[in-house]
């Protein structure tokens, strides 16, 4: 991305933010989700998704903000020790500006969580994908809730594909991740010293084991998968073991039972002892309320795979793929591994949202971001 580009941004959200600018040119994006006490109807979640679908929604409220010349702001639920500015920043702006700088303004709402049958969802989409940067969306603030990545809307937009192919050079959603997830989000030092000190000197793989369970049915890899995700992971190590004549495995799960067994796993490789190591009791649940120390564990793995050298994830988590798709190490590649019913798991959840398109292919509308697009094809999506 251009550094002129950004510099001149960087003056347009700190003129924003400090005041200097004019009235009419304080405008801002909000990323925000506070909780819905009443949902508007039983399809709606009051919910505010995990840490990776959070920062894929900023990351499209960034976009957002950066078409629209508004300064972005990242308006985190829960208590200030548990805010995400205390484990990353951004070197170029402050997204972390409080309330007092924007809350008093005028401002309009597009929540992707209210609305029967996924409705909201629908109409932001619509919106995003239609809206003028100069004529629509008049007020002083807009609150984003979005709760997933909307890149494709906003890059579909005919009214914004001036700024983001030419102004910016942002032709697919892989570019809007790797290039702006760089600039909006580093760690800081604290965090950085920490992963600098647990890893050294070794090919580390990245290996993310997502159990997990949903209202409506489980869409982790679930307990029983196991057995098979290690036969799995022991080919990609013998795979890796060809090239790198030490290798270190990094565990991120949200199981603290999956964890002692997989540390139990006896994954030497030609006589080649693998070390393992993980966080202490796994992937905490972020939402409303999460604590300190559940963001400092959730940051600690979702930093940790995007810093290893190669990456096994679990599809359709977006926990290891989002982490991946930041682009730290300069790759994006990673392998997949798909529990054996995921088809059908995931038109249990998600079925009643496309109710309307009988023709909807899962396999390729949700495939493609975990083994195509970003990943690895054939034999290394590890089907």
Known sequence: MDSDWLSGYAKIHEGIVSGSFPAYRRRFAVWTCTELVVPVSPESTPRCAGLANRLLGILTAFLYAIVTERALIIDWPGDDASHIRKFLHSP???????KSTWSHLDSISLDTRLGPARSGWHSVRRELKTFHWLND???????????????????????????CFHGLNLKTSDDVVGQLGKIL??????????????????????????????????????LPELERFRIKLLAVLVKLARHHSSLSIVIACDSPEAIAIARSWDL??????????????GIGSIDFAQSQEVMEKSLFDFWSLATCDEVMISVPSTFGLVARSL???????????????????????????????EHIDFKRTFGRAFCSTVGWAGDLCLQ
């Open 137 to 163: 969306h008049r007020a002083s603030v807009v609150k984003l809730t979005l709760l997933e990545g909307y890149f494709e809307d906003l890059l579909q937009n005919p009214n914004l594909a001036a700024a």
């Open 327 to 357: 682009n730290l190490t300069g790759s994006v590649e990673h392998f997949a591994f798909v529990r054996s019913d995921w088809e059908a798991a995931l038109k249990n959840h998600y079925g009643a949202s496309f109710a309307a398109d």
């Open 268 to 281: 030497n490789v030609s006589d080649r002892k693998i070390e393992v190591s993980s966080s202490t009791y």
């Open 185 to 222: 989000f580093h760690p800081h030092k604290s965090l950085e010293n920490f992963l600098a000190k647990s890893f050294r000197g070794t090919f580390r793989l990245g290996v993310q084991i997502r159990i997990g369970t949903f209202e409506g049915g489980e869409m982790g890899i679930g």
């Open 92 to 98: 170029h702006f402050r997204w972390n500006a409080t």
